[in-house]
């Protein structure tokens, strides 16, 4: 089922990425309390003046890495 899901999603942001004028990729650095970071890469699609988030993944980082 996760699979499916994800194929969908997958397809999904195809689609928006194809259908929009614009987009824009940001990726952001996060810390949790348990001081765990993690690195979250969204596509931004705009559509009829409308954004529209997409994640695409969301990874941790190596303890050896930092800022």
Do not use: G, Q
């Given at each position: 089922?996760?699979?499916?899901?994800?194929?969908?999603?997958?397809?999904?942001l195809?689609?928006?990425?194809?259908?929009?004028?614009?987009?824009?990729?940001?990726?952001?650095?996060?810390?949790?309390?348990?001081?765990?970071s993690w690195?979250?890469?969204?596509?931004?699609?705009?559509?009829?003046?409308?954004?529209?988030?997409?994640?695409?993944?969301?990874?941790?980082?190596?303890?050896?890495?930092n800022?």
């Amino acid at each position: 089922m996760v699979k499916y899901l994800a194929l969908v999603e997958k397809e999904d942001l195809k689609e928006s990425v194809k259908n929009s004028r614009f987009i824009s990729l940001s990726i952001y650095k996060v810390t949790t309390v348990d001081s765990t970071s993690w690195v979250c890469i969204h596509v931004y699609t705009f559509i009829e003046h409308v954004r529209k988030p997409h994640l695409l993944t969301i990874n941790r980082m190596k303890e050896s890495c930092n800022s």
